[in-house]
């Protein structure tokens, strides 16, 4: 995003605000001036953009954002991100802090390097060899183990003892970021670099920035109410949302603001009442249910945390999550192949407990160098008499996939096995970048009486790509629910 033109905007005795501009034109042929993307295309991208600088009388800091215009007339194209980068002097700023527990003395960059670090399974994750703070060897280092929820990404930073200086980065809104709260982002990692926007929390909305495109705190609303969840099979009263995500996006389908990239979003949390600053008077919820629950694995909560966390290999280390965040170790997926060599995880409802019985994600089998093999869960349960003629409800809820698609099938019937497909999914990549979560699904699978039977049943899970290490599933929450009343009544 290299400027063509600079400008000051403001400059007085309490405020220097400066533009860096370039105004995309046609007809401007390759030039060694371009930009050069990793594709080896000279081409500008079809936008006008304005990088712009803020100093105040008085403040350690600076302030920067960015202003992107796509009008009509200009092509289209795909923008997957821009971020602001700074890289810090090695020699001085060698410590790192992203919050109270989450700190440490990280490696050099020549440390990730051969003959010091050996590269792993992909290029952002290395092993330290032979590090030049003898300390660190053996272990992993890996951009992603330093990710957060964007919820979270408040101050992050990096500190130097000699001079004993800190650079950190505040975010005081999240508003501009798509993908919602539980999205992960990259932050400080190895470099030492930053990966964020620099702000001031305590003066946002600012009342400084000169731009128009920026709505200042006068010309912006507030909106309060309530959400509650209406579930008559918990509760007969409506039950306040408590500490619930509640978000202001742009109109689209169900969970689209997860991917929806072009408009600002708005996030709160409901109080214990179920008030949040983001609701137009009450909303009431009703999450989906068919009858009772019959049986339930996990937590819906959209994550996977809930799940086994296997430990982690010696060879492979951080010593940072050693007793916290246990799922941002390198490698836990190799685990799997481990504990179940020879025959997949089985779970029994009401015998097993899904904290220590259901691993973390459905991976695949390692068989060999680079040979890998599908993996089958299976879930078996007991059912007292099978209500004939109806429908009962599976719902899966998953936390992540990756280049997956999961197969449900229903007891081994002599006949045609009756089964449900998600098709491809082809969604984020959580396991390899040590999360516990990605983009959120959930499938309602309608389950034909004739597909159950009294005594034992078995729900087969296949995730049925087995090229690779990380194709699999997270799951979040699975439960079966009877029949609803109607439905067994009518029976």
Not at 2 to 26: A, L, P, Y
Not at 153 to 160: E, F, L, N, R, T
Not at 267 to 285: H, K, N, T
């Amino acid at each position: 995003m290299n400027g063509t033109s600079f400008n000051v905007i403001v400059q007085n005795e309490t405020q220097v605000e400066i533009s860096f501009t370039r105004t995309w034109n046609s007809s401007v042929s390759s030039s060694s001036s371009h930009i050069s993307d990793k594709n080896n295309s000279t081409d500008w991208a079809p936008l006008n953009f304005d990088i712009r600088y803020v100093m105040l009388k008085g403040s350690s800091g600076f302030y920067t954002y960015g202003i992107y215009e796509h009008v009509n007339g200009m092509p289209g194209f795909n923008l997957n991100g821009t971020r602001v980068a700074f890289r810090l002097r090695k020699d001085k700023f060698q410590f790192m802090a992203k919050s109270k527990t989450r700190q440490r003395r990280m490696p050099l960059p020549e440390d990730r390097e051969p003959p010091r670090g050996k590269l792993l399974h992909f290029k952002e994750a290395a092993l330290l060899v032979d590090p030049v703070d003898r300390e660190l060897k053996g272990q992993v280092d890996d951009k992603y183990m330093y990710a957060q929820n964007i919820e979270g990404i408040k101050v992050h930073g990096w500190v130097s003892s000699d001079p004993l200086v800190g650079f950190w980065h505040i975010t005081p809104s999240h508003e501009y970021r798509s993908g919602g709260p539980l999205k992960q982002e990259l932050t400080s990692h190895v470099g030492p670099r930053s990966l964020t926007l620099q702000q001031e929390a305590q003066k946002w909305p600012y009342s400084f920035i000169a731009s128009t495109d920026y709505p200042k705190s006068d010309q912006r609303g507030t909106v309060n109410g309530r959400i509650l969840v209406r579930d008559r099979f918990a509760s007969k009263e409506d039950i306040p949302a408590i500490d619930s995500y509640v978000g202001l996006a742009l109109p689209g389908e169900v969970g689209s603001w997860q991917t929806e990239c072009k408009g600002y979003q708005f996030w709160s949390r409901a109080g214990p009442d179920g008030d949040s600053i983001e609701l137009d008077d009450d909303l009431v919820y009703e999450p989906p249910r068919n009858g009772t629950t019959l049986w339930e694995i996990g937590i819906p909560d959209r994550t996977a945390a809930e799940f086994f966390i296997p430990y982690v290999d010696p060879k492979y280390v951080n010593p940072l999550y050693l007793t916290q965040d246990r799922f941002r170790q390198y490698g836990l997926w190799e685990q799997y192949s481990v504990l179940y060599s020879r025959t997949d995880l089985v779970y029994t409802v009401n015998s097993s407990n899904y904290k220590k019985d259901w691993f973390y994600a459905q991976v695949n089998r390692k068989l060999g160098d680079d040979k890998y093999n599908s993996t089958t869960w299976q879930i078996k349960f007991n059912l007292d008499s099978v209500v004939q003629g109806t429908i009962y409800k599976l719902r899966v809820a998953l936390a992540s996939t990756t280049g997956a698609e999961l197969q449900i099938r229903f007891n081994n019937l002599n006949t045609e096995i009756p089964h449900f497909t998600t098709g491809g999914l082809y969604r984020d990549n959580a396991i390899a970048r040590h999360g516990i979560h990605g983009l959120y699904l959930l499938f309602n699978v309608d389950v034909k009486s004739d597909w159950l039977k009294d005594g034992e049943n078995t729900i087969f899970l296949s995730q049925v790509r087995g090229e690779g290490p990380f194709q699999g599933i997270m799951y979040d929450y699975i439960r079966l629910e009877a029949p609803a009343d109607d439905e067994r009544t009518n029976a």
